[in-house]
């Protein structure tokens, strides 16, 4: 099996749901409340383990109720939870907002995610032994570029998610083997709205780039072959929240097993369009099964 380590942060969701989300000083009604465990670290690993993968997270979780949660759901879904810290305080919440179309707005608190700065005593062992470590940036970059350094010196893959947008220090993006920007985070990254421009953009850092686009599929970009489009299933989305990390997830699992990049992002928008159909973050995300059974080449 694939060997995935997960380096990045561990939440709960703390999720309204409403018909139509609030402007600026306005209050509306909502129809449900729930707390559901998330983080992008966190759902890429479930999202991961569930499509197949041997998959070990590393962060850290509060010692608080959600921070038994957390780690509960992680390993009730796979994932070794060996190297996620518990440390004293509050652990990171994510506090988000679900319309009736399916959309979302999201307000992160770290809390304990913003105590990983660095790789404790033996991070570097398990990241050395993955055939891909999944990064993100809801932890402090310190701690994001120290593990994408530590792979690259054990030539392990990097594949990072640059959410929430920021810029990415060179060195960062040197030790990057993928980046998996979604299209607003590709825009924010260039300054190019069209994803194609964009990419090309990014290549400039990177090798190697996947820009997701939604309901629009995919789109792949590297240095030595013409970019490559590959469409979504087409669904109806009850809840987007996760479908990127679902989408990173399942694409790592895929490239570990060597599958070529059409079918591989074919692969993993299968599992997306599975996700958006289910509420939730890690809750919505689908197993191996599911996966094969709709996924058609």
Not at 80 to 86: F, V, Y
Not at 119 to 133: N, Q, R, T, Y
Request: charged share 20%; hydrophobic share 45%; aromatic share 4%.
């Amino acid at each position: 099996m694939t060997h995935i380590a997960v380096l990045g942060s561990t939440n709960m969701d703390l999720v309204t749901y409403v018909e139509k989300a609030p402007q600026r000083g306005e209050t509306v009604t909502g129809r449900d409340f729930r707390t559901i465990p998330g983080g992008k670290g966190a759902n890429q690993a479930i999202a991961a383990a569930r499509a197949g993968a041997t998959v070990s997270m590393i962060g850290a979780v509060g010692n608080d109720g959600f921070g038994t949660r957390l780690r509960s759901t992680l390993e009730h879904s796979g994932v070794t939870t060996d190297h996620l810290r518990t440390i004293e305080g509050p652990s990171g919440t994510a506090h988000i907002v679900v319309d009736d179309e399916g959309g979302n707005a999201i307000v992160v608190i770290p809390g304990a995610n913003g105590t990983v700065d660095h790789l404790a005593p033996g991070d570097e062992g398990l990241i050395a032994s993955a055939d891909a470590l999944l990064l993100q940036l809801e932890i402090p970059l310190a701690a994001v570029l120290a593990g994408a350094q530590t792979a690259r010196a054990h030539g392990v893959r990097t594949i990072l998610t640059p959410a929430p947008a920021q810029p990415l220090p060179p060195e960062l993006l040197a030790t990057t083997d993928l980046l998996v920007p979604n299209e607003h985070e590709a825009a924010t990254l260039t300054g190019r709205s069209d994803p194609f421009a964009a990419g090309a953009a990014l290549l400039d850092r990177v090798p190697r780039v996947v820009i997701t686009l939604g309901a629009a599929g995919s789109v792949y970009l590297t240095r030595d072959a013409e970019p490559l489009a590959v469409p979504a299933p087409q669904v109806t989305a009850v809840d987007s929240t996760g479908a990127g990390d679902t989408y990173v997830g399942a694409l790592a699992v895929a490239l570990g097993e060597e599958r070529p990049i059409r079918e591989a992002m074919t692969w993993a928008a299968t599992a997306a369009a599975l996700s958006v159909q289910r509420e939730g973050a890690s809750a919505s995300m689908p197993y191996r099964s599911e996966i094969e059974a709709r996924y058609t080449s």
